[in-house]
C-alpha cells in the first residue's frame, strides 16, 4: 500500500512541477496581470511541495504529512486568490484575515499531532479545511463567471462540486467503525485510499483546467493583438497614402502658386504696357531729335565743342532714362527664383514708380511719397514688388473708377524695433463693406475685369516674408492697405 502511495503522489509531484514549468515559460513574457502569475506560480508550487510531503510521508515519516496538509491548504487558499482577482482586487485585510482562518486549521492540526489525538479528528480537521477552502473557491468561481463567461471557468467550477461531493465522502468513510484502530494515514483501507488518491488526481486536475483558463486568455490576447497589428498595418498603408497624396498636393499648390505669379505678372505688364510704351518713346523720341540735329550740323561743318558736349549729354540722359524703365520692369517680371537679401525698401518703391509715373501724369492722379531715407528688411526684393506694385495698380484703377475730381495715392513707411509697415493710401470709392471678408481669398474680384488673383497673391507673398497684409477704410474716404513686414530674417 506504502508503494502505491509514493509512487501516485511522485507521479502527482512530477505532473504539478511540469505544469507549473511550463505555464512559468509560457506567462512570463505574455500580457497577464502580474498578480495574476504570482498567485499562479505560487499555488503551483505550494502543491509540488505538498505531493512530495505526502510521498515521503510515505516512507514512514508522518511529520512530513503534517506539511503536506499545510502546503495544501496554502496552495488552494492561494489558487482562491487567482479566482477572486479575476472579478475584484485583494484588500490587504482580507488576505490577513484569510491567512489567519487557514492557520487556525493547521495550529489545531498541529496540536493534535503533538497531543496524539486519535487520527480520526486529524482526518476531520484536514478535510473541512478542504471543504472551506473549496466552498469559497465555488463562490469565487460565481463572482468570477459575471464577469468573464468562459467555459474554462464553468468546467472548473463543476471540478470543485465534485471535489465537494468526493471530500463528503471521504468524511463518511472516515467514521467507519472499522478506523477505529487506524492512527497512520497511509493506514486506511484500498476504498479510503481510492477516495484519497482521486481527491489528490482531482486537485491535480483542477489546476490543469486553471492553467487551460490562462492559455485561453493568452490565445484571445494574442488573436485581438493580431487584429490590433493588422488594423495598425491598414493604417500604416492608409497613412502613407496619405502622405503622399499631400505631398503630391502640396507640389501641385506650390506648382499653382508658381503659376499664379507668372499669371499676375503678365496681367500686371499688360496693364502697364501703355504707359511704359509713352515713357519710353520720351527718351527715345528726344534721342532721335538730338541724333538728327547732330547729323544737320555734321553735314554743315557748324558743329562747336560746345554744342557737341550738350548733344552728347542729352543723348546719354535720355538712354539711362530708357534703361532705368527697362531695367525695373525687368527687376519686376523676371522669373529667375530670388533670394532674400537686405533691400532698402524705399529705393525699392522708388524704382517702382518710374513705371507707373507716366500713368499717374496721365490720369491726373497726384502721389505723396512719406518715406524714410533708409527702410532695410530682409526680403525677395523681386516679389515684394509686385505686391507694391499691384497695390498701386489697384489704387490708380480705383481711382480711374471713382470720378474723383483731386485724386491723390500715398504711400507712407515707418519703422519700429519688431517690424516694418507700409501704407498706401487712395481716395477713392473704397471697397464695398460686403466684400471685405473675402477681400484676400483666391479668385475673389471687386474689379469688373481681371481674374482676382492681385489681393491673394499680395498676402501670400507677405506671409511667406513672415508678415502680413490688411485692409481698411481710409479715414478721409477711399481704401488703405497695411503691410507689416518682420525686421529680422526668416
Excluded at 179 to 204: I, K, M, Q
Excluded at 339 to 344: D, S
Aim: aromatic residues 10%.
Amino acid at each position: 500500500m506504502q508503494n502505491v502511495n509514493q509512487i501516485f503522489y511522485l507521479m502527482f509531484a512530477v505532473f504539478a512541477l511540469g505544469i507549473a514549468l511550463n505555464a512559468y515559460i509560457d506567462f512570463r513574457n505574455q500580457n497577464l496581470r502580474s498578480n495574476t502569475k504570482v498567485y499562479w506560480l505560487i499555488a503551483m508550487t505550494l502543491f509540488v511541495l505538498a505531493s512530495l510531503c505526502y510521498a515521503t510521508g510515505s516512507f514512514g515519516y508522518p511529520s512530513f504529512l503534517f506539511f503536506g496538509s499545510t502546503f495544501l491548504g496554502f496552495s488552494l487558499l492561494v489558487a482562491g486568490y487567482l479566482f477572486r482577482s479575476i472579478s475584484r482586487p485583494l484588500t490587504r485585510q482580507w488576505v490577513i484575515g484569510s491567512i489567519g482562518a487557514v492557520l487556525v486549521f493547521i495550529a489545531l492540526l498541529g496540536y493534535l499531532l503533538a497531543i496524539q489525538a486519535p487520527y480520526l479528528y486529524r482526518l476531520l480537521t484536514v478535510s473541512f479545511m478542504l471543504l472551506t477552502l473549496t466552498l469559497w473557491q465555488i463562490w469565487e468561481i460565481r463572482q468570477a463567471k459575471k464577469i468573464d463567461s468562459s467555459i474554462h471557468l464553468r468546467f472548473i467550477q463543476y471540478l470543485l462540486f465534485g471535489l465537494i461531493v468526493l471530500i463528503v465522502f471521504r468524511i463518511l468513510t472516515a467514521t467507519d467503525p472499522k478506523y477505529d484502530g487506524v492512527n497512520y494515514l497511509f493506514e486506511e483501507t484500498s476504498g479510503a485510499l481510492f477516495v484519497r488518491l482521486t481527491l489528490s488526481a482531482s486537485y491535480l486536475l483542477l489546476f490543469f483546467f486553471i492553467n487551460n483558463y490562462f492559455y485561453d486568455k493568452l490565445l484571445v490576447a494574442e488573436r485581438n493583438a493580431l487584429a490590433q497589428l493588422s488594423e495598425k498595418k491598414a493604417e500604416l498603408k492608409n497613412t502613407v497614402k496619405e502622405n503622399e497624396e499631400i505631398k503630391n498636393l502640396l507640389q501641385e499648390r506650390e506648382s499653382l502658386i508658381k503659376s499664379l505669379m507668372r499669371t499676375n505678372k503678365t496681367a500686371a505688364t499688360g496693364a502697364l504696357s501703355a504707359s511704359i510704351a509713352h515713357e519710353l518713346n520720351q527718351p527715345l523720341g528726344a534721342s532721335k531729335l538730338n541724333i538728327q540735329f547732330l547729323k544737320r550740323k555734321l553735314e554743315q561743318g557748324e558743329l562747336d565743342a560746345n554744342t557737341q558736349t550738350e548733344l552728347f549729354a542729352a543723348l546719354e540722359l535720355d538712354n539711362n532714362r530708357a534703361s532705368s524703365i527697362v531695367r525695373s520692369l525687368r527687376s519686376i517680371f523676371t522669373d529667375e527664383k530670388a533670394a532674400v537679401e537686405c533691400v532698402n525698401l524705399s529705393s525699392l518703391i522708388e524704382s517702382i514708380l518710374v513705371i507707373v509715373r507716366p500713368e499717374l501724369r496721365a490720369k491726373q492722379i497726384q502721389l505723396e511719397l512719406k518715406l524714410p531715407a533708409a527702410l532695410h528688411a530682409p526680403v525677395r526684393q523681386t516679389e515684394i514688388q509686385q505686391v507694391i506694385l499691384n497695390l498701386v495698380n489697384n489704387a490708380i484703377q480705383s481711382l480711374e473708377a471713382s470720378g474723383q475730381l483731386d485724386k491723390r495715392i500715398s504711400i507712407e513707411g515707418t519703422s519700429s524695433i519688431h517690424c516694418i509697415q507700409i501704407i498706401i493710401t487712395d481716395n477713392g470709392a473704397g471697397v464695398s463693406p460686403d466684400i471685405q471678408a473675402d477681400l484676400f481669398t483666391i479668385l475673389s474680384s471687386a474689379k469688373k475685369t481681371g481674374m482676382g488673383l492681385g489681393l491673394w497673391l499680395c498676402q501670400h507673398i507677405i506671409g511667406r516674408h513672415g508678415g502680413h497684409i490688411r485692409y481698411e477704410d481710409a479715414p478721409q474716404g477711399g481704401a488703405r492697405f497695411c503691410i507689416e513686414l518682420p525686421q529680422t530674417s526668416f
